[in-house]
């Protein structure tokens, strides 16, 4: 019995841990996101530049050193990872313009997915729904309503990524802190 006592509070000490240190560090990360938006936005580009590098020498190494595989696979890795070195290498050099790139490309990719997301739940309309036999208003409502959202806000962010790509990270720092802040208290919450 007191085993299972033990194993009890021991896994309830573990969760409270684990949900304690990722609640303070998700509250620490949407603080700087807020406070230095560039800044934060810069530490990604960095992750970046150096997983480039990092996964540029790993596949140059792999080109270079493997014994089993074909001359011109070999070459293949050889010359992906001098482009992911290339790149990491540029993105070191000019980090400005890579945090902006950087947004820019994210955004857009966002933009563009908003859209297709809203053209496609419009064609869904027309598929028979075996829930919905007949086709359901409020349904088809609520369909078009999400579809004219998403293809509005879809253009809106591709018109303007970099504005968009601003207060887009501005909300997930915002929220971060806020997932931050429930977790603390979730995490306090958690009997002894």
């Known amino acids: 019995m007191t085993t299972e006592i ?13 949900t304690m240190t990722t609640s303070i560090v998700s509250l620490i990360f949407g603080a700087l996101m807020l406070i230095w938006p560039v800044k934060s936005a810069m530490i990604v580009a960095i992750l970046v530049a150096v997983y480039a590098i990092i996964g540029g020498l790993l596949h140059l190494a792999h080109g270079v050193l493997s ?3 074909g001359r011109w ?9 001098l482009v992911f070195i290339a ?12 945090t902006l790139l950087l947004a820019v490309i994210v ?13 496609v739940a419009l064609f869904s309309l027309r598929l028979k729904d075996p829930v919905l036999p007949r086709g359901d208003k409020a349904h088809k409502g609520w369909t078009i309503f999400y579809a ?14 970099l504005f968009a790509a601003l207060w887009l990270w ?23």
């Open 107 to 119: 955004t857009t990719f966002i933009g563009a997915a908003w859209i297709i997301d809203g053209i």
């Open 170 to 192: 501005l909300l997930f720092g915002a929220s971060l802190i806020v997932l931050g802040i429930g977790g603390i208290i979730r995490a306090a919450s958690i009997g002894d």
């Open 148 to 161: 004219v959202v998403g293809v509005v806000a879809g253009v809106a962010v591709v018109a303007s990524p």
């Open 87 to 98: 790149a990491g290498v540029l993105a070191f050099g000019s980090l400005g313009t890579t």
């Open 73 to 81: 696979t070999r070459v293949g890795f050889v010359a992906l990872g």
């Open 6 to 18: 033990r194993s009890e509070f021991g896994q309830r000490q573990s969760l409270r841990t684990i």
């Open 67 to 69: 014994q089993g595989t």
